[in-house]
T-cell receptor, first 113, second 114 residues
């Protein structure tokens, strides 16, 4: 069955440093989504990538979808304390029903001022 | 966002009791989901529903029952709660057109089973 692996599980950085989290699937994905969950909160949608090799940017955040549509990454440039939270990727296996959206375990980001 | 609400937000129950977590959305989204979140496991899909009266199992369905008689409601029932079901439960919904769209999550229901 589909598995979405995400690394690292934890990342501690000093404010101003960069941060990257990686997501890998055992199967080809139809799309990949990224979510952010602040401590004590609920996941909030950040972006969706659909095309092979797609790159999207949101201010300091850069999202990539691999050529084979099996991996993705989220890169944050010059982290700020407001970036604190857990970042999740979520993917749906190509050909599976629309409801089968599986999440990675998340990367918990801590930013020291 | 008040469009999707969960209740109760907090619940403490005992092993063997039946518990129902409610989820209500006002957008008429076709798809609804139940996830549980545990440390080290991220978000795991319990059940999802593509429309009223259409439900299907996710990764961890054992011990849970769902129903969806109306589009806006998607309750999750633990028929006989166990300690391993202590978790934070998130309901989510989306409009899926051609592909799974953005999920909108509720605030979560924190369940403790003693």
């Amino acid at each position: 069955g589909q598995q979405v692996m995400q690394i690292p599980q934890y990342q501690h950085v000093q404010e101003g440093e960069d941060f990257t989290t990686y997501c890998n699937s055992s199967t080809t994905l139809s799309n990949i989504q990224w979510y952010k969950q602040r401590p004590g909160g609920h996941p909030v949608f950040l972006i969706q990538l659909v095309k092979s090799g797609e790159v999207k940017k949101q201010k300091r955040l850069t999202f990539q979808f691999g050529e084979a549509k099996k991996n993705s990454s989220l890169h944050i440039t010059a982290t700020q304390t407001t970036d604190v939270g857990t970042y999740f990727c979520a993917g749906r296996e190509r050909g599976s029903t629309l409801g089968r959206l599986y999440f990675g375990r998340g990367t918990q980001l801590t930013v020291w001022p | 966002d008040a469009g999707i609400t969960q209740s109760p937000r907090y619940k403490i129950t005992e092993t063997g009791r039946q518990v129902t977590l409610m989820c209500h959305q006002t957008w008429s989204h076709s798809y609804m989901f139940w996830y549980r979140q545990d440390l080290g496991h991220g978000l795991r899909l319990i059940y999802y529903s593509a429309a009223a009266d259409i439900t299907d199992k996710g990764e961890v369905p054992d011990g849970y029952v769902v129903s969806r008689s109306k589009t806006e409601n998607f309750p999750l029932t633990l028929e006989s709660a166990t300690r391993s079901q202590t978790s934070v439960y998130f309901c989510a919904s989306t409009v899926a057109r051609g592909d799974t769209g953005e999920l909108f999550f509720g605030e979560g229901s924190r369940l403790t089973v003693l």
